[in-house]
DNA sequence: CCTATTTGTTAGGTTAGCCTAACAAATAGC
DNA sequence: GCTATTTGTTAGGCTAACCTAACAAATAGG
């Protein structure tokens, strides 16, 4: 039964997190492997298997005994949309928060479960905003924050409103 | 076993949620009755008795039979750092995204589990920020980056940096 | 090519958090 | 004060996601 995944919304965040993973290794590998996929979701072997045979109920993976691991084509296209989130949210975490990248990239992971699409919809904005509005040089309320973060002080504005 | 709190890490996410209802209808109402629990988490009467179960074993509330639910000392201690969590995060969606502010309250209430203590850190740090920097004012950034999400246009910084 | 190691699977278990159905206690309204 | 309703508890189940132990298949390296 429920097998039909209509929208990234009817994946638990696990098998987001599955898929992603997947997705990921196959940018650098080729051969995905189960074991690799265990080593980067740091859970075992087993769970792999049974989380790889979920995924293939629903169509979202191929996978045969002992063989690889494929994304089928509705797999491939959720696997970039959860990584296009998480990238976004470790954008936002590392670049605008200041938290070193493997934090960041490590919460984003669990972030991006835990908020509706309106709310991602606007950190991503928010991204967008900062790219358009400043190519290379950082904002500077930005810079202002930073230092605040570091120093605790805050820059007063030199123009008055 | 495991019945030690020392801080609000051993505590699960959905206990950390439980203790702050109860903080929450505290206020309120004086009496803390289950079936309030119930309303409020959107959870069934049942799961109710038994996450309070948890929660007397733990020593963070005091729940007689049939009776009203109490925090103990330390309880409230950590439903308050759950709720000034809360509090914060529904802040940045609501005030900084410029997300309506029930949806923010309810992914607030879910991203509080899901980031470091570091990145957390940070979102306080930034809500403070604001609050020191412009006290009634918003800052121009931020009306800018509204502007933008209303009609997607970037306003020029009209001083060039 | 044959064995040792690595990888994958199966079987069976655990846990947290939820549920329904049924009953027990408490409260409210006549 | 008694009955009807509401509230709380118990018992028993379910599910997702994990685990260990044990075995099976594949691969690697002499």
């Known amino acids: 039964m429920n097998n039909i995944v209509a929208s ?12 992603e993973a997947i997705s990921i290794l196959k940018k650098q ?10 080593t980067l979701l740091k859970v075992k072997r087993p769970s792999v298997t049974e989380a790889l045979g979920v995924l293939s109920q629903k169509g979202l993976v ?24 998480h990238k976004t949210l470790t ?11 493997k934090i960041a990239s490590e919460d984003a992971c669990k972030m991006e479960h835990a908020m509706s699409p309106k709310t991602f919809g606007r950190f991503y904005k928010l991204i967008e905003f900062m790219d358009k509005k400043s190519k290379n040089q950082e904002p500077q309320w930005l810079t202002h924050f930073k230092t605040y973060c570091k120093k605790g002080k805050v820059i007063s ?3 008055k409103r």
């Open 91 to 101: 954008r936002f975490i590392c670049e605008i928060l200041g938290v070193d990248s």
């Open 157 to 159: 504005c030199t123009k």
């Open 8 to 19: 990234i919304e009817d994946l638990s965040p696990k098998m987001q997190d599955y898929l």
């Open 29 to 38: 590998n080729e051969r995905v492997r189960s074991v690799d996929l265990s």
């Open 62 to 85: 191929v996978h045969e005994r002992y063989g690889g691991v494929e994304l089928t084509k509705q797999g491939a296209a959720l696997a970039e949309s959860v990584y296009q989130r």
